[in-house]
Antibody, heavy 122, light 108 residues
């Protein structure tokens, strides 16, 4: 069974940093692209970042470019998101999700983890 | 970036109804359109990929159609467990991917 479990969410002050992790199991992790998607309280879904299976290609939404860094450790089946320069509008539940297709199709994503809450507030 | 507009934003319905949700893209996206279901406090779940392919385990009362810029998610014979929020998502020239703003399906 494919499982994704996010961790690392916390309350952080504006301008601060936070690292999120997504522990994956049940599939050959290095063979699948992964994404981060966030959802602000009461709002819709917003794509944050994508990383290829090898980790060699990364992509970011304009809203986080230059502040967030996506990475993966294929030896540990772990996806990460390092968030710097956090702002109030980064407050959201952050989900990791797996590319449905083997290889780097970047088309459709399932399953998703349960999410981890990041709150940016003083 | 490609924008997706869902309608309606809110849809009251009753058990047993047939409902449709539309998603319009700001440019042609061929069939690179997926539908997700999200229940309160839960992660989104992929229902339909490539506009019309029902994912394994998804009830056959769900169906998707469309191509180009106009897409539809239809649910026949609504069941109590179907009341949720539905999002469309495009992956044409992904990344980036974008989502529609969501349609909340409520009990009438």
């Amino acid at each position: 069974e494919v499982r994704l479990l996010e961790s690392g969410g916390a309350l952080v002050q504006p301008g601060g940093s936070l690292g999120l992790s997504c522990a994956a199991s049940g599939f050959p992790f290095s063979s699948y692209a992964m994404i981060w998607v966030r959802q602000a309280p009461g709002k819709g879904l917003e794509w944050v970042s994508t990383i290829s299976g090898s980790g060699g290609s990364t992509y970011y939404a304009d809203s986080v470019k230059g502040r967030f860094t996506i990475s993966r450790d294929n030896s540990k089946s772990t996806l990460s998101l390092q968030m710097n320069g956090l702002r109030a509008d980064d407050t959201a539940v952050y989900y990791c999700a797996k590319d449905l297709d083997y290889g780097d199709s970047y088309n459709w994503f399932d399953p998703w983890g349960r999410g981890t809450l990041v709150t940016v507030s003083s | 970036d490609i924008q997706l507009t869902q309608s309606p934003s809110s849809l009251p319905a009753s058990v047993g109804d047939r409902v449709s949700i539309t998603c319009r893209a700001s440019q042609s996206i061929s069939s690179f359109l997926n539908w997700y279901q999200q229940k309160p406090g839960k992660a989104p779940k992929l229902l339909i990929s490539a506009a019309s392919i029902l994912r394994s385990g998804v009830p056959s009362r769900f169906s998707g159609s469309g191509s180009g810029t106009d897409f539809t998610l239809t649910i026949n014979n609504l069941q109590p467990e179907d009341f949720a929020t539905y999002y469309c998502q495009q992956s044409y020239n992904s990344p980036p991917i974008t989502f529609g703003q969501g349609t909340r399906l409520d009990i009438k």
